[in-house]
């Protein structure tokens, strides 16, 4: 089944032609919206038509019911004739301190397997200290300047895309990623040009963005990503975490990433290529 594409934004900001949008994209209609917010469907009609001037907090309300994403709320009350509510400062900004600390530890705690930590468009942000030991066995990371991108670095031929088993099953996978995966399942243009840029690389197949992610079937319950190394394959998959209840757009935007072998069969291997002992 083939993926729709998201609805294009509204120009221009207007809370009206915003709210349609969202409605759109959430499939919700009036009445449905109405229930959720407690908002009578009459007043979400006049809002829409800019025949009524909705209040700060039941614009904070209908944002709430159609999840939109703290940044999107944001541009939704400006349009309102609002300040911002969530501070959208740099992810290593003074109010996100005590979130980067501690995504400090639990990339500590994740050695000697790689953990990252990257933005809503797989930029890498922070790694723990076995992420760029454990690519650089694969490829020169000298060559890239920061921030890496993660997902130019598994479609690049001069990357890590050599050293990948079955590589068409991964970059399949990972094209669905990027859509599952997008911060209130919201493909912004940013994400658009990422994809864009990966389906121009060598032999991508214009199939894999309109594969939903039910069509994508297999023996195991995730794709593992196989790194061929001196003729053999290391089988990993990754574990995602986001920020739970976000108060800024920073942290919500945030993801973090950790691979763990994917079978027994790579634990020690692991560890030889690591240079660790195993456990």
Request: proline letters at 9%; aromatic letters at 6%.
């Amino acid at each position: 089944m083939p993926m729709q594409d998201p609805i294009a934004r509204p120009r221009g900001g207007q809370v009206g032609a915003l709210l349609r949008h969202w409605r759109d994209l959430r499939r919700k209609s009036q009445l449905e919206l109405s229930l959720d917010t407690g908002v009578s469907q009459r007043h979400l009609s006049f809002i829409e038509v800019g025949r009524s001037a909705p209040s700060r907090q039941m614009l904070i309300d209908i944002a709430t019911a159609l999840d939109m994403p703290l940044r999107d709320r944001n541009t939704l009350l400006l349009a309102g004739g609002y300040a911002p509510v969530y501070p959208d400062g740099a992810w290593d900004g003074p109010e996100m301190r005590s979130i980067t600390n501690a995504l400090e530890r639990m990339l500590r705690q994740h050695e000697p397997f790689p953990a990252l930590v990257m933005d809503r468009y797989w930029n890498v942000l922070m790694t723990n200290r076995s992420a760029p030991r454990f690519f650089s066995r694969f490829t020169d990371l000298s060559a890239r300047r920061a921030p890496r991108n993660m997902l130019h670095l598994l479609f690049d031929p001069g990357g890590l895309r050599p050293c990948i088993a079955d590589w068409p099953a991964v970059a399949e996978s990972l094209i669905q990623r990027v859509h599952r995966e997008a911060v209130g399942r919201v493909i912004d243009d940013k994400i658009k040009g990422l994809l864009a840029a990966l389906m121009a690389y060598p032999d991508v197949e214009p199939a894999w963005a309109s594969l939903s992610a039910a069509d994508i079937q297999g023996p195991t319950p995730v794709i593992p990503i196989g790194l061929v190394k001196d003729g053999r394959v290391l089988n990993y998959f990754s574990l995602v975490t986001t920020v739970g209840t976000p108060r800024t757009v920073a942290a919500q935007e945030l993801r973090i990433e950790c691979m763990v072998p994917a079978d027994e069969a790579t634990e020690a291997p692991h560890a030889e290529l690591m240079g660790e002992e195993p456990a």
